[in-house]
């Protein structure tokens, strides 16, 4: 179990790179409708309740198939 740990941790972090890299490219991945984004002058704010919500349920199915086996 702490194997899957340390992989979903490994691969949490690539996507966090991978997202930081994109959005300085101009690519914007993981803003869906319900995500709430504040932009003013010299600050952005952004809330991801959609994205956090779809992940969530996705890692819980995960985990759920892999506790089964």
């Known amino acids: 179990m702490s194997r899957l740990f340390f992989f979903l941790a490994g691969l949490f972090f690539?996507?966090?790179?991978?997202?930081?890299?994109?959005?300085?490219?101009?690519?914007?991945?993981f803003q869906l409708?319900?995500?709430?984004?504040?932009?003013?002058?010299n600050f952005v704010f952004y809330?991801?309740?959609?994205?956090?919500v779809l992940l969530s349920v996705l890692l819980t199915l995960v985990m759920w198939i892999l506790s089964r086996k």
Do not use: A
């Not at 996507?15 to 914007?28: A, N, Q, S, Y």
């Not at 409708?33 to 002058?41: H, S």
């Not at 809330?47 to 956090?52: D, G, H, L, Q, V």
């Open 14 to 29: 690539v996507l966090g790179l991978i997202l930081l890299l994109g959005e300085r490219v101009g690519v914007k991945l």
């Open 47 to 52: 809330f991801p309740i959609t994205t956090s």
């Open 33 to 41: 409708p319900g995500d709430i984004v504040i932009k003013k002058e």
